[in-house]
């Protein structure tokens, strides 16, 4: 004869688990992956800030060699000291032109690597809070 079914799973053996962590602290354990990629991606918009300023550095330093090699042409192409004095002070009022121009560019691309950042830094501070709350059961 066959035994009732007290709805323990049938034949004796132990009741069914709810569903939920089998041990403790389970249930965080998803939660703390995902705080874990906090750090990368802060790290990743400080990369791309750092690629940005080098990228406009590498420019900047490759309009400069280029203008110091039309100086150099413009001297040897001259056989007369007004003309080589008048290549050499278009090239220095050049120089302090394209200076100047850099750094309005590198004020501006740290200003916006800056305002990136802040923001990332609060989306992943909200991420925190959030996860901390589910955690914390809040």
């Known amino acids: 004869m066959s035994q009732p079914d007290s709805g323990s799973g049938g034949h004796g053996s132990a009741p069914a688990r709810a569903r939920g962590p089998s041990r403790p602290g389970e249930s965080m354990i998803p939660n703390l992956l995902q705080m874990l990629t906090v750090a990368p991606h802060l790290q990743a918009t400080m990369m791309k800030a750092a690629f940005a300023q080098h990228n406009e550095f590498l420019s900047f330093l490759n309009k400069r060699c280029e203008q110091e090699l039309q100086l150099a042409e413009r001297i040897c192409g001259t056989d007369s000291l007004p003309g080589m004095l008048s290549a050499c002070v278009e090239f220095c009022r050049g120089a302090v032109q394209d200076y100047t121009e850099e750094a309005t560019k590198v004020t501006e691309i740290s200003k916006d690597s800056v305002a990136a950042a802040v923001s990332d830094i609060r ?9 901390t709350c589910a955690v914390e059961g809040v």
């Open 123 to 131: 989306n992943e501070a909200r991420k925190v809070a959030d996860l």
